[in-house]
């Protein structure tokens, strides 16, 4: 039997002892009928903003939001807990210039319940419980469980014009709960992608995307984000591009007008873009989708992978080699750059971006190392680190973490090759992960991390101004040339203090 949190218990018996019906609606009856913990819980019910908040007073309940009563929502606080509470409604939405197309132009409230969940997004969405844990299912919700199928309440093409964020949120649920999506009344396309990959659709689907103009960028990036770090990630990701997400614009609100903002056309070329069979078994997007899958469900590392290969099939990159196969040098680089200006564009912070950079720019660094039988962690590493002033990490514990993230992205795009079905190949690789970690942390990458002090070595050396001193020991150490242990540290500043002691001796003579 399903049973509700106390609060909810409280509130559902609050509406029935007035004669409200009251209903809990939407994501959480879909995640309590599929065996999981809600994240949140939505209450839709048979009373007006002003009847549910007098109900609220009466029990000693706040009504923390009563901006969203115009579009019949009250957001009240129920034992500690908060709860959107919406009366019965419907709604029209507007793709007038400069207005937000996720929000309501107009909102009008209904009488039964029915109606209400009319209105929603998707059939398992639909659904409703009352106090009792009695189901109310219009529109075939339990059965899509069961089926596993993600499918639009009605005519597809009128939930999407209703609201355009909808279609994103199709490709987040797809993600998230691993379903299939199907739709009716619509024009469907013949099937995509690679037959036997596990993201090959049956069925494809014409989405108006145009629509997603009227959107705002912060929704838009909501959504990616969710859909990024979902557990199907793959799937989410193949209807995105396939139904011509990936090629749509948002809108961003800047110095008082609308800027428009795409989305990721740059990825549009990957579907279907061939690569050497020697090394790979699936196509460039969806060795991409498998990659991303492969991965931990962290932000950086899913963008750093979904965009690791965005470079490749440029026509200045794409080459064949001598045995006439596809071939790809210097993808990493111009996938970089691509990387950076796709986030700069979405709005990411400085930091955020530098990091996927730098993750795009070297996953394919450890390959050499993979390749020798004895590789040489100093000169590798010495190579990799030459110019530390362009890195994202300031310290040796960032840059420990970055290359964590890195020995992430290495191992999810191994993993989605033809290496991914060589156990001791994908071992050998977990392997080098740990050495190139041990190696990381023990390179120094701002004087801070020298294992002497700055007042340490001004007292050994006499030196009032010790600056240059620490700098010159980091570049010995960094260069390899150097141990970074405390007493032979202090052996080479003393002599580099004893040397710019006679330059200057000198330079006062001459």
Same mark, same amino acid.
């Given at each position: 039997?399903? *049973? ?378 010495? *190579? ?42 994908? *071992? ?83």
């Amino acid at each position: 039997m399903i *049973k509700f949190p106390p609060h909810i218990e409280k509130l559902l018996a609050a509406f029935a002892a007035r004669q409200k019906e009251a209903y809990v609606v939407g994501g959480a009856v879909r995640d309590l009928l599929l065996g999981r913990e809600p994240h949140d819980y939505d209450v839709a019910a048979a009373a007006l903003p002003e009847e549910t908040a007098a109900l609220c007073e009466e029990e000693g309940w706040p009504c923390l939001d009563r901006l969203g009563a115009r579009w019949g929502v009250i957001t009240a606080r129920v034992d500690g807990r908060e709860v959107e509470i919406s009366a019965f409604r419907g709604e029209r939405y507007t793709m007038a210039a400069g207005e937000e197309a996720h929000r309501p132009a107009a909102v009008w409230y209904g009488k039964t319940l029915a109606e209400d969940l009319s209105r929603r997004d998707f059939t398992v969405n639909a659904m409703a419980l009352d106090k009792d844990g009695r189901l109310f299912d219009f529109y075939g919700g339990q059965k899509d469980l069961e089926r596993k199928v993600l499918r639009p309440v009605g005519e597809a093409a009128l939930r999407y014009r209703e609201d355009a964020l909808r279609m994103l949120r199709a490709c987040r649920f797809v993600a998230q709960l691993g379903f299939t999506y199907e739709e009716e009344g619509h024009l469907t396309l013949p099937g995509c992608g690679m037959k036997g990959s596990p993201y090959y659709l049956e069925r494809n689907f014409l989405w108006p995307a145009e629509n997603l103009r009227g959107v705002s960028l912060e929704r838009v990036k909501s959504e990616l984000e969710a859909l990024l770090v979902a557990p199907y990630a793959g799937k989410g990701l193949m209807l995105f591009l396939t139904t011509g997400l990936a090629g749509a614009s948002c809108r961003s609100r800047q110095g008082g007008s609308n800027r428009e903002v795409p989305l990721l056309p740059e990825l549009e070329h990957l579907l279907g873009l061939p690569q050497n069979p020697r090394y790979h078994m699936y196509d460039v997007w969806e060795h991409t989708l498998q990659a991303v899958d492969n991965s931990p469900r962290d932000l950086t590392v899913r963008w750093a992978l979904l965009l690791h290969d965005v470079g490749k099939g440029l026509p200045e990159i794409r080459k064949p080699n001598k045995e006439g196969q596809p071939s790809d040098h210097g993808h990493e680089r111009a996938s970089a750059e691509i990387a950076e200006n796709i986030l700069s564009r979405l709005g990411y912070p400085k930091d955020f971006v530098r990091t996927v950079r730098f993750l795009v720019s070297r996953h394919m660094r450890f390959v050499p190392l993979l390749q020798s039988d004895e590789p040489n962690w100093s000169r590798w590493l010495r *190579k990799e680190t030459a110019d530390l002033r362009q890195a994202p990490f300031r310290r040796t514990e960032e840059m420990v973490k970055i290359f964590r993230l890195l020995c992430e992205v290495f191992m999810a795009d191994m993993g989605a090759s033809c290496a991914g079905k060589d156990e001791t190949m994908m *071992k050998k690789g977990a392997w080098l992960c740990e050495k190139v970690l041990q190696a990381v942390a023990a390179l120094p990458v701002a004087t801070a991390d020298l294992a002497v002090k700055g007042e340490e070595a001004a007292k050994a050396t006499g030196e009032k101004v010790i600056a240059p001193i620490m700098r010159a020991l980091l570049a010995q150490v960094q260069a390899g040339n150097l141990p970074n242990v405390k007493e032979a540290l202090l052996e080479a500043a003393a002599k580099k203090a004893a040397r710019d002691r006679r330059a200057r001796s000198k330079d006062a003579k001459a």
